[in-house]
């Protein structure tokens, strides 16, 4: 059995990769510049199949498992920091997903199970 390409996954998971790419639009926060949004909206556009399917996958498995973005940050920090950190916490708060997700993988918050398909 061979496996799908990325291409494949997108066509038959969401249709199209300008439907995909909407998507993700969706779940992440554009630049506040007009000018900078725009070229921001085309990069994602033209992103490739796989970096797509990655950012999609990666934001679902952070809904899946720990709500939102605020939750796995309070999560990584409260593993390493039992009474907290704020300087930590805004550290974490510039962090993308994936990298965020990365975090609680070594932090054994996320089994190595859970991250295949990102």
Known sequence: ???KSPLQIVREEHGSKA???KK?????EAPEDEEDA???ERNI??????????LWNSHQLLADKFGSRD???GSLVA???PKGNADYEAKLSTFTVPRLLDLARQAKL???ADLRGN
Do not use: C, G, H, Y
């Not at 993700?24 to 992440?28: G, S």
């Not at 556009?45 to 990655?54: A, G, V």
């Open 110 to 112: 996320l089994r190595p």
């Open 71 to 73: 939750d796995l940050i």
């Open 38 to 40: 725009e070229v921001f």
């Open 79 to 81: 593993a390493k920091f």
């Open 45 to 54: 556009q033209t992103m490739s199949n796989r970096k797509l399917l990655r």
């Open 19 to 21: 439907a995909l790419a």
């Open 1 to 3: 059995m061979s496996q």
């Open 24 to 28: 993700v639009l969706e779940l992440l």
